[in-house]
């Protein structure tokens, strides 16, 4: 804690709660950091410019992949191409993004965290270091564009989660209901 140099006070000085705050967050810093940096890949991976870059690469190889144990030597050509090329695209555009980024630094980050993310924009990231998630992506691409993928979307119902309220009464409803409520209303009541 820094000395009080104003003589009296009985508290301390608004640098020492930030002082305390900023050595207690240095975690939620690094962790914040990683958040954004993700939140800009998954924005860079959904915008067309990486679509068509990914799709033309992938058009142009993915032929040469087979779904077998063994392994082509030219996949690991097409894994390192892969890999300097999407990861460039990326590193520039999060340099843009984000002034002062370090790629070296976040692919650290991603190692140490690797164990507890999962999702699509982390699967990509793999495809750069893990060569089976790399294979697995051409893969299922060949298959799309040979027409071998099981299309899931006719057997899909949609049904409403909440029970449909009863509808308005039609007017020949409405009309019924009224001349009923005339008809009791003019019968006579028995003593009360």
């Not at 679509?51 to 040469?64: A, N, P, S, V």
């Amino acid at each position: 804690m820094a000395a009080d140099k104003s003589g009296g006070g009985d508290g301390p000085e608004p640098m020492d709660f930030q002082e305390e705050e900023l050595a207690s967050s240095m975690s939620s810093v690094s962790d914040t950091k990683f958040d954004i940096t993700i939140g800009h890949i998954e924005d860079i991976i959904m915008e067309d410019g990486f679509q068509t870059l990914q799709r033309d690469f992938m058009e142009k190889h993915y032929e040469h992949f087979e779904d077998t144990d063994e392994n082509k030597f030219i996949y690991t050509d097409i894994h390192k191409n892969y890999t300097t090329l999407i990861e460039t695209y990326i590193d520039e555009q999060l340099r843009s993004r984000m002034p002062g980024f370090d790629m070296d630094e976040f692919a650290k980050q991603l190692e140490k965290r690797k164990e507890s993310l999962d999702g699509e924009v982390f699967e990509m990231l793999y495809t750069f270091t893990d060569f089976l998630t790399f294979k697995e992506l051409f893969l299922d691409y060949k298959a799309d564009k040979e027409g071998r993928t099981v299309d899931l979307s006719c057997g899909i119902m949609v049904t409403p989660l909440v029970e449909a309220q009863p509808s308005e009464p039609t007017a020949a409803e409405s009309q019924q209901g009224a001349s009923s409520a005339e008809s009791s209303a003019s019968k006579p009541q028995g003593d009360q």
